[in-house]
């Protein structure tokens, strides 16, 4: 299979060691953040593109990410030595909070991050000082 046999058991010493553990290349990392207006969910995608995603709402209520990368031929011909961002095809669930604004939920795909917008329903704060009248 190798021409060479030493060379994936010397890439393996450098690269699988305790400073540098094996990252799991089965799917994406996800950051999911909150500020007072909106949580956030990034989904690392290095190599994609938005074409490459289908983002929908289930008729549960949650969200379906989806994902898959179309390989070209010209990829398929190298041969990698080591490779860990290569997903082909990914699908992930998340259940979403309930003060989740699904109307408003919004996507972008920039620098090889995906950004999913969720806004949160916006309550109104009732005044509770009132004049009443007597009648």
Not at 18 to 43: F, Q
Request: negative net charge; glycine residues 4%.
């Amino acid at each position: 299979m190798y021409r060479n046999s030493w060379l994936p058991e010397v890439f393996n010493d450098f690269f699988y060691n305790n400073n540098m553990p094996k990252a799991n290349a089965t799917a994406p990392a996800i950051n999911v953040l909150e500020d007072e207006n909106a949580y956030t969910v990034e989904l690392a995608a290095p190599g994609l593109c938005k074409e490459d995603f289908d983002i929908s709402l289930n008729n549960e209520g949650d969200l379906v990410i989806k994902m898959e990368k179309k390989n070209a031929e010209t990829e398929q011909k190298a041969h990698y030595l080591r490779r860990e961002f290569a997903y082909s095809k990914y699908e992930q669930t998340l259940i979403l909070p309930d003060d989740v604004d699904k109307d408003k939920i919004g996507a972008k795909m920039a620098d090889g991050i995906l950004n999913i917008s969720l806004p949160k329903i916006q309550q109104s704060v009732q005044k509770v000082a009132r004049q009443i009248e007597v009648g």
